[in-house]
């Protein structure tokens, strides 16, 4: 089950937080507010997804957890793989 939750997370973050949030308690443990989950929804899913799996697995987010929250962050920038500029120049709409 993990496994397929972690597929999910990396091709649709934001299928995933709504899963979580309705299926489990797993985004409620990781932030103390509503807040930060709606915004992360909104602007970086990718990111709360990390952040959340930090908190849960380990309690904080230093190490090889605060790594991958930085990879998460820069996935969600679009500097790490195709991005909206790359698609667009493969398009020609330049």
Do not use: H
Not at 20 to 38: D, E, F, K, N, S
């Amino acid at each position: 089950m993990n496994c397929l939750v972690g597929c999910l997370a990396f091709f649709a973050p934001r299928v995933t937080i709504v899963v979580l949030q309705l299926a489990t308690g797993y985004i409620t443990r990781a932030y103390a507010t509503l807040l930060w989950p709606v915004l992360g929804f909104l602007f970086l899913p990718t990111t709360t997804l990390a952040y959340a799996w930090a908190k849960n697995s380990g309690g904080t987010v230093e190490g090889f957890r605060l790594v991958i929250v930085v990879l998460a962050v820069l996935i969600d920038l679009g500097l790490i793989g195709k991005g909206r500029s790359s698609l667009r120049r493969k398009r020609g709409d330049e």
